[in-house]
């Protein structure tokens, strides 16, 4: 099992996400639980980021919504750096 580290700069982040998306927050909470047991779940749709992204991954919550996240595999920490759509997320 994983561990998720939130930093502060990220619950700042993640507040105004859920704030201006209520509808996400059950979508947003079950992926972040996922993240926890099984990074690597298909629906999570893990992957590793290009151009200037490219040292952070991303984790799908929705088609439309992404977390991206700094993923250390060796010591199973994962730390989430920004939410948001595609667009919103660079």
């Known amino acids: ?39 690597t779940h298909p629906s999570l749709r893990l992957h590793k980021l290009h151009g200037k992204l490219s040292e952070l991954y991303s984790v799908s919550i929705n088609i439309s919504y992404r977390i991206c996240i700094d993923f250390l595999i ?5 730390i989430p750096i920004d939410v948001g759509s595609h667009n919103e997320v660079d």
Do not use: G, V
Request: no cysteine; hydrophobic share 35%; net charge positive.
């Open 74 to 78: 060796e010591d199973d920490k994962i």
């Open 1 to 39: 099992m994983a561990e998720i580290i939130y930093t502060e700069s990220y619950i700042k982040r993640a507040k105004k996400f859920i704030k201006k998306h209520p509808d996400l927050l059950s979508q947003y909470e079950k992926t972040l639980k996922l993240l926890e047991i099984n990074p």
